[in-house]
């Protein structure tokens, strides 16, 4: 079955950068929408940035102005690009697809990847 997987995590200092990516493993026919989530320690899972065909990306307001999402159809892959990073951003990373398949349609979630903002 097809699998997510995201790359790009560490550390990063405060008013930074980090660049994720998420890659789909097997055959994709093609993406009805990608998305990246984050959880803090003790905080629910909250959407980041999700992107759907050619509609302009939504984005949490707390990260809108420093984090752009992009989507790379031909690769199937997701990216998150975030700037000005603060402590706040800290958590675990997950990349979302919900993908077309010969005969499917599903939504997958990748292992997840975790991010640190600190000094």
């Known amino acids: 079955q097809v699998h997510l997987m995201e790359s790009g995590g560490g550390t990063a200092q405060p008013g930074g950068s980090l660049r994720l990516s998420c890659t789909a493993s097997?055959?994709?026919?093609?993406?009805?929408?990608m998305a990246w989530y984050r959880q803090a320690p003790g905080k629910e899972r909250e959407l980041v940035a999700r992107v759907q065909g050619e509609s302009d990306p939504e984005y949490a307001t707390a990260v809108k102005g420093r984090f752009i999402i992009s989507l790379d159809n031909a690769k199937s892959s997701v990216y998150l690009q975030m700037d000005s990073l603060g402590p706040e951003d800290t958590g675990v990373y997950y990349c979302f697809g919900d993908l077309v398949g010969r005969g499917w349609e599903a939504e997958f979630w990748g292992p997840g990847i975790a991010v640190t903002v600190s000094s």
């Open positions: 097997g055959i994709v026919f093609s993406i009805r929408s």
